[in-house]
């Protein structure tokens, strides 16, 4: 066997024991490449006498083709065992059950303000909101405080400046409104106040009110106890019974606190009047033509008494223990 058909011979040898594409690859280069034997023995040929040199070229040119087939062939057969081996290896079972994906769900605030929205606007209330960096004259003034009054120390303020205050209470957005609406207009707004307060179970710095009011010809304290009661209703459930015991607050004349009855007892959810003459007339609102009623709430109170919440700090916490009983 002369020395060409002996490195066929061998190559072919090598690319049979290859067992993978890579070995393959090193078989070609130590064969067919720049360095390889077949190169090096094409390189013998200045050896050889002139006459034999072409025969001997074609025929290291028919070996590398050869042998260049042979590769081809071998790393084809690999090629499709090992694509059938990664196959195997990332198949999957797609009856398999999945991760499953925890849900979300409105935090318990949140979905309180959905539903005390939903009822008061059934009951033909606007929605509007009101700024939270409030000022002095709106959060107080407007709202027939006197300057030095007692009431004012009820309401613990957070002050930004000598004007700017965060507002104590969604009172605030009366003014805001009868500054540029005429009656008759029913309004609601609902949204987070701030008070300078010792956080306690039932006090925060910051918690939600809402807050409603009302005026037209003819308001009187028959159509305030009826909206509570319709709202208390759709709240607590129909039959729920509603509490009026006079209180003070200088922006209503008369003044009730209202309460309603749960679980056997009476459970206090905000204040309510009809709005102060003086503060119709501080809006050029006619006070002998037009009168209103307002009421105002805490809406932690309200998700408290319903779900038997004793700790109002819960609602700020983020706990997910507390948020997923909803
Ligand atoms: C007011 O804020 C009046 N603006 C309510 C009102 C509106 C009366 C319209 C008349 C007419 P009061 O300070 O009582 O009232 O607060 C009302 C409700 O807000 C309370 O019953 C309570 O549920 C809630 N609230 C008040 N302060 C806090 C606090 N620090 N933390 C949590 N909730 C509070």
């Given at each position: ?135 002095y004259s709106h959060n107080f003034a407007a709202l027939n405080y006197p300057e030095e009054h007692p009431a004012l120390d009820e309401q613990?303020t ?7 205050l965060?507002?104590t209470q969604?009172t605030a957005?009366q003014g ?72 003070y607050f200088p922006f209503v004349e008369?003044g ?17 009047g009809?709005i102060h003459p003086n503060i119709?007339e501080n ?44």
């Amino acid at each position: 066997m002369d020395q060409i058909e002996q490195l066929i011979d061998e190559a072919r040898r090598a690319l049979d024991q290859a067992s993978t594409t890579l070995e393959v690859q090193a078989v070609e280069t130590r064969y067919l490449g720049s360095k390889g034997s077949l190169q090096a023995l094409l390189r013998t040929v200045g050896s050889l006498p002139r006459e034999e040199r072409p025969a001997f070229g074609a025929r290291v040119n028919a070996a590398r083709d050869q042998l260049a087939g042979y590769v081809a062939r071998r790393r084809s057969d690999l090629d499709a065992v090992e694509r059938e081996a990664r196959l195997e290896k990332e198949r999957f079972d797609v009856t398999m059950p999945g991760m499953p994906f925890p849900f979300g769900r409105l935090h318990p605030l949140s979905a309180t303000v959905s539903r005390v929205k939903a009822a008061l606007i059934g009951l033909g209330f606007e929605f509007v909101d009101g700024p939270e960096l409030e000022d002095y004259s709106h959060n107080f003034a407007a709202l027939n405080y006197p300057e030095e009054h007692p009431a004012l120390d009820e309401q613990m303020t957070f002050y930004v400046d000598d004007v700017r205050l965060l507002r104590t209470q969604t009172t605030a957005l009366q003014g805001r409104v009868m500054d540029h609406r005429r009656p008759p207009f029913r309004i609601g707004t609902i949204g987070r106040c701030f008070r300078y307060e010792a956080v306690d179970a039932t006090h925060h710095h910051t918690f939600h009110q809402v807050d409603v009011f009302m005026v037209d010809e003819g308001v009187s304290l028959a159509d305030l106890k009826g909206t509570l009661k319709q709202f208390a209703g759709a709240m607590f459930g129909g039959s729920v019974q509603v509490r009026f015991r006079p209180d003070y607050f200088p922006f209503v004349e008369p003044g009730v606190d209202y309460s309603v009855h749960w679980n056997g007892r009476w459970l206090e959810l905000g204040g309510a009047g009809l709005i102060h003459p003086n503060i119709l007339e501080n809006y050029g609102i006619d006070s002998e033509r037009y009168s209103g009623f307002a009421f105002g709430l805490g809406v932690e109170r309200i998700h408290m008494i319903q779900r038997g919440v004793n700790d109002l700090r819960l609602y700020l916490e983020n706990d997910l223990r507390f948020l997923r009983q909803g």
